[in-house]
Each structure stands twice: as structure tokens, then as C-alpha cells.
């Protein structure tokens, strides 16, 4: 970033008073420019106990499976992105109930947070969109764990089979960290047992 978007000056990079950490300021306006996580939502459709994967068009990790998922947008919740993403990504309608919150992932060392709804799919009318090859439902023994895009579906859909053998469903919350030597962890840091 080198220039203000309010009035062209140059920016600083700079901790501003009253603040602790370095952001971009310009040096005309005092404009602070704040960079915040970027915020991943989707869902875990669900169809008489199968789950509802889309095999990704677009990298990263192109021909891998996931969940449909994809970054909120301005002016929507978590919940309507997270649908509007998989009606893009899987040409799927769902129904939502009230407890659908399912599973949180921060990742602070990708500056990223992920929210997974639990939902039901309203049909078996769905279809790949254009950020997917492939949209397919899997029983838990037919799913291809070893081409799972990312860490955070894995857990989701290893807690929702876990989870349904009880027929509950908690809240669960993940921090997941990237080490220098690219191993990720995933430590579960808060559980909602209803």
C-alpha cells in the first residue's frame, strides 16, 4: 500500500497514537488503514447422514474435495455467505435450523477465520459451479480422506461423523497454527455441548 484512498498522499507505515501496532497512515489525512483476518464461511450439507463434497476447480488445491466455502462479502452474514457459497460452489439449496453453527477456525498465522454451518440439503438438485469440477455426496466410509483440500473440512467432517453417533451436535471452536517447517496443528479451544 503507498497511497491514501481518500486523498492520493503517501502513506506511513507506522504505530498511530493510541494504538499498538504498525498500520499504513497517511501522512496528509490521518487516515489509519486497519487490515483485518479475511473471513471463510461454508457449510456442511447433509443428506440422510452423506455430506455434500465439491472437488475445487481453482487452486489452492485444485482436484482436492472440500466443503462449499469461499470469503464473506460486504454487506452479508456469516450465514447468507456461507449459503450464497454453496449455491455457487454446488448449485445446492439447503435448510438452515436455528443451532447450525457448527465449527470455528482462527488461523492468525494466514490472518483467517473459518465458520462452518451444519445443513440440511432441501433436494438432491445440485451441481458443480464454476469454481468446482465434481459435487458428489459421501457415506463417512466412502469419503476420500487422503485428497481433503484443507485441515479445517477434515476436522469438521471428522467431528460431524464422531458427533453423530450421539445424534449431538456442539459448537466447537479450533486455533490452528502453521510452523515454520509447514506442519499445521489444530487444538480445540472451546466446546458448546448443548
Known sequence: MKYCQQCAADLHYRIPEGDDKPRYCCIECDLVFYQNPKNVVGTLPIFDGKVLLCKRAIQPRKGKWTLPAGFLENG????????????????????????????????????????????????????PGIESLEVQLFAEEEIPWKEIAFPVVKTTLESYFEDRKNNVFPVRMFDVHHSADKVISTTLISENKV
Open 76 to 127: 452479508e452474514s456469516s450465514l447468507e455467505g456461507a449459503i450464497r457459497e454453496t449455491d455457487e460452489e454446488a448449485g445446492a439449496s439447503v435448510k438452515v435450523s436455528a443451532n447450525s453453527l457448527y465449527t470455528l477456525f482462527n488461523l492468525p498465522s494466514i490472518n483467517q477465520m473459518y465458520l462452518f454451518f451444519k445443513v440440511e440439503l432441501e433436494n438432491l438438485d445440485f451441481e
